[in-house]
């Protein structure tokens, strides 16, 4: 902000001097004479510190109030009651840090403002008829990996020491993830000496005592990369490399160096019309002041921060009262915020006019336009308006505006719905109408896509092992009972039956024998009755009279199996799908009358899915998989048992990511004897009577999820 001091008038200090009628006295030749006067104004520079005395003709009772400014750098003193007798208003110092003072009277009342090259700390005291001002310099201080905020100035490395033959090997820009631009210089040396500052609408960054390679002179255009800056020059400078960014816009800049990398990034604010002070990095964004008053009235120390900001202030009538108080280095609307809070105040910030008023009665007058403007709307004329709803259902949209609850129509207001063009036909004020059109906008947008993929695996491994032998004896001999009855012992075994009587024929014999001997291999416990490996021998006399079978029968089988299935399902965000494969058993239902029916029960493949896209792009999904099988070798009246297997889960998963949802595995051992009772527990020779069989099956089911955001360009294949 710049002011204009000396031949034209500083702003009035205090609100009880106008600004229209106050006449300098240089303008009119008289001097408007005062009980005090500053007859004198001297400096003097010791130990780095600046001494002012300014001689007064009657003594103060305490130092005069004042304030100061950190850009551009002031302090200021208001003498009431006090005269210039000095005959100048400008005085050139050029000692230390003061460059020159204005001394400026106004009235009965004198301002002297100190003009600094950087803001110092301050001290006044009175000593006689005499105020001795002390700016002392402030100590120097370096960090290196500090962050530069944009109230800063200078950087240097550790202890202030500036390295010589720094040079600058590179310069990139890139653009930031919140959108922010970010320049990228790289150093050949961490100990750099670098001053950021602000010069018009660029933000100017001089790396002292350093040298620019000659290919990186030279000014880029970024304004493709959507960031505050537009563009960025570096060239050479004398002995400093100075680089000069261009913002467009509402910006703020922030700044680190971390070894040989400083890296200065810009990014965008976002303007909010109730802020004084424009920026995103604390509450109070305002450039520094000190105020040091006694028993003041509130109106001048609200005169004297409009007089150093770019708004305008306007105070009600009710704004009356003293105030004391001394801040320093404070923000200046963090000081006026405590100004309002110490007198019950509040403002209203519109562009760049701050009304302020007692809270009391700002919430009175605003309540006041509100009423006002709720009497305009039961006043103002109707309109009607037609929205065509593009990807939504307008009988739905038609429900809520008819619902009771809704707040979107007025009480006047009244909503038609067309569903053969899908249209919504509103007759409202305009104002609601607005609104309305608002909300139809952001949500009738195209629903996302989303696809499943679900694999269900199914492995499982069978074994068998059934080792035995058999042992078999068999005679034609008979013997007689009595009464015709006869008994024989084995010979049914290889009997043949012809004509209803046993054939003795030796060929008949011999024959029935093997068909016997091959019956028995194949009654074994192997799995779908596959035969025995059978080794059989069989001992008989001459006569075939006598016959002894011995049988070898062993059997292993090992079965390895994996069933794969994979349905896929596309549905929109929020929205179930479900998808399913299978056979519906029927079966027969009794009713209490005694009637029957054929009902179905299904044995499906199924997947059912509710898919929603959660803001950072991940999904979750509430989902069912459901496999059934009907067991047809188990039936019972007819009707086979389902198996079933089922799971039922809400995950979250990442775009494209798959996830096992689910998995049962199951493992079953087994081992069984078959023997002849009490001579398959004969020691060594029960071997001859019995058959050992062993099983282990292993059974594992396992359910992935696969699910993927569909583009506009993706089809389900």
Known sequence: MKHRIGTLLFAAAFTGIAPAPVVLAQETGQTQVLANQIEGFEVAEQGGTVYVRMTLREPLSAPPPSFSVANPARIAFDFSGTGNALGRNTQSIEQGDLRSANIVQVGDRTRVVLNLVKMNPYEARIQGRDLIIAISPAAAQAVRSTVVSESQGNFAGPGGALTSGLAVRDINFRRGTEGEGRVVVDLSNPDAGIDIRRQGANLVVDFLKASLPDHLRRRSDVTDFATPVTAMTAQQVGDRVRLTVTPNGLWEHNAYQSDNRFVLEVKRVIEDP???????????????????????????????????????????????????????????????????????????????????????????????????????????????????????????????????????????????????????????????????????????????????????????????????????????????????????????????????????????????????????????????????????????????????????????????????????????????????????????????????SVSFKKAVLSLKVKPQITPDGRLQLSIEVNKDRPLYEQALLGVPPIETKNVKSEVLIENGGTVVIGGIYEEEEGTGVDKVPLLGDVPVLGHLFKTQSRISNRKELLVFITPRIVSDALTLR
């Open 274 to 596: 109730n802020k004084l002070v424009q920026g995103g990095r604390g509450q109070f964004q305002g450039e520094k002041l000190s105020l040091n008053f006694q028993n003041v009235d509130v109106r001048s120390v609200l005169q004297v921060i409009a007089d150093f900001t770019d708004f305008n202030i306007i105070t009600s009538d009710s704004v009356q009262g003293n105030l004391t108080l001394r801040l320093k280095d404070v923000p200046w609307d963090q000081a006026l915020d405590i100004i309002l809070q110490a007198k019950g105040l509040d403002m209203r910030k519109n562009g760049n006019v701050i009304w302020i008023a007692p809270g009391d009665e700002l919430a009175a007058r605003e309540k006041l336009q509100l009423e006002a403007k709720a009497q305009i709307g039961d006043l103002e004329p109707l309109s009607t308006e037609s929205f065509q709803i593009n990807y939504h259902k307008a009988k739905e949209i038609f429900d809520f505006l008819k619902s009771k609850d809704q707040t979107m129509l007025s009480k006047r207001g009244s909503v038609v719905v067309d569903e053969r063009s899908n249209k919504v036909f509103v007759t409202d004020v305009p104002s609601r109408l607005d609104a309305l059109r608002r909300l139809v906008q952001e949500i009738d947008v195209a629903p996302r896509q989303v696809l499943i993929e679900a694999r269900i695996v199914e492995a499982n491994k069978t074994f068998a092992r059934d080792l035995g032998v058999r042992l078999g004896f068999g005679s034609r001999g008979t013997a007689s009972l009595g009464n015709g009855a006869k008994i024989g012992f084995g010979s049914s075994e290889f009997a043949a039956i012809k004509d209803g009587k046993i054939d003795t024929d030796s060929d008949t014999l011999v024959t029935t024998m093997i068909q016997r001997v091959g019956e028995s291999a194949t009654s074994g416990n192997g799995i779908d009755k596959t035969p025995y490996g059978a080794l059989s021998m069989t001992l008989f006399n001459s006569g075939l009279t006598r016959f002894l079978n011995l049988e070898l029968q062993a059997l292993e089988s090992d079965g390895r199996g994996r069933v794969v299935s994979s349905p896929r399902v596309l549905t929109a965000n929020q929205v179930e799908a479900s998808i399913e494969q299978g056979t519906e058993i029927p079966y027969q239902e009794a009713s209490s009358s005694g009637a029957t």
